[in-house]
């Protein structure tokens, strides 16, 4: 069975950096895509980064530039590396590694 856990989120101000932590257990991640979504209030679910079993990386528009996914095949974890974050980015964030995570709140202060 797989499971996902999501960790690292919380509370920052904007221009401030998170990371974020899916750590996956059941499914051994190097083999599978995985991507980072995140659900704002009143919006749908979005995407926002991917990598894939080659390890090739795409991201949303909006986030390019400051955001980074990465995974530790070591660890059987993806991490999103979320810099110069902006009020418009908060949001709670989904891993999906083979099933969705619990989600976790990221909040972007002024």
């Known amino acids: 069975q797989v499971q996902v856990v999501e960790s690292g989120g919380g509370l920052v101000q904007a221009g401030g950096s998170l990371r974020l932590s899916c750590a996956a257990s059941g499914i051994t991640i190097n083999n599978y895509a995985t991507a980072w979504h995140r659900q704002a209030p009143g919006k749908q679910r979005e995407l926002v980064a991917h990598i894939s079993s080659l390890g090739r990386t795409m991201y949303a528009d909006s986030v390019k530039g400051r955001f980074s996914i990465s995974r530790d095949n070591a660890e059987n974890t993806v991490y999103l590396q979320m810099n110069s974050l902006k009020l418009e980015d908060t949001a709670v964030y989904y891993c999906?590694?083979?099933?969705w995570g619990q989600g976790i709140q990221v909040t972007v202060s002024s």
């Open positions: 999906y590694a083979g099933a």
